[in-house]
T-cell receptor, first 111, second 118 residues
């Protein structure tokens, strides 16, 4: 079977750093995505990891360990606008194939 | 350029009615996906197309759900005899433009159609 797990909710302070973890089990794996979704809006792409290691993109970084079935999204210098749900998703097959999403982590950034 | 658009944005249906949800993908995108998102949950896969071919419909919850993409562009998700458990946001996403810059696996999502069945 397949499973993907991430915390339901997190709270962090403006200006701080937060790490959102994601673990997955699957028989097929071809990459790990992170999406951001503000309430009532479409998910928007943040990152895609297919190889082990850290990918940095501005204030956001994403890490993948394929052997451990583990990823995290790191958000630095948190801003109020970062309050949103963060969706972890893997793709089983190569090419443009369906994503398997976790339930999402709702992040609240407080002053 | 224009992103993925969906219509209607909101739909209220009485139980037993049929509904049709439309998705206009990004021009030139080959792949089109439909997902269902319940409140407070992540999106769940329903079906997807490559051009006009429906490659996987294993996520459709019942035979009341039907999707088509006859000309390989616009897609319609139809739900017959709606039930209360069909209430959700239906998201459409498209990806992969031939000749586009890598990576091309990113899926671009539309704003969704919020369906409420009363």
């Amino acid at each position: 079977g397949q499973n993907i797990d991430q915390p339901t909710e997190m709270t962090a302070t403006e200006g701080a750093i937060v790490q959102i973890n994601c673990t997955y089990q699957t028989s097929g794996f071809n990459g790990l995505f992170w999406y951001q979704q503000h309430a009532g809006e479409a998910p928007t792409f943040l990152s895609y990891n297919v190889l082990d290691g850290l990918e940095e993109k501005g204030r956001f970084s994403s890490f993948l360990s394929r052997s451990k079935g583990y990823s995290y999204l790191l958000l630095k210098e948190l801003q109020m606008k970062d309050s949103a749900s963060y969706l972890c998703a893997f793709v089983k097959y190569s090419g443009n194939t369906p994503l398997v999403f976790g339930k999402g982590t709702r992040l609240s950034v407080i002053a | 350029g224009a992103g993925v658009s969906q219509s209607p944005r909101y739909k209220v249906a009485k139980r037993g009615q049929d509904v049709a949800l439309r998705c206009d993908p990004i021009s030139g995108h080959v792949s089109l996906f439909w997902y269902q998102q319940a409140l407070g949950q992540g999106p769940e896969f329903l079906t997807y197309f490559q051009n006009e071919a429906q490659l996987d419909k294993s996520g459709l919850p019942s035979d009341r759900f039907f999707a088509e993409r006859p000309e390989g562009s616009v897609s319609t998700l139809k739900i017959q005899r709606t039930q209360q458990e069909d209430s959700a946001v239906y998201l459409c996403a498209s990806s992969f433009q031939e000749g586009g810059a890598a990576p091309s696996y990113e899926q671009y999502f539309g704003p969704g159609t919020r369906l409420t069945v009363t």
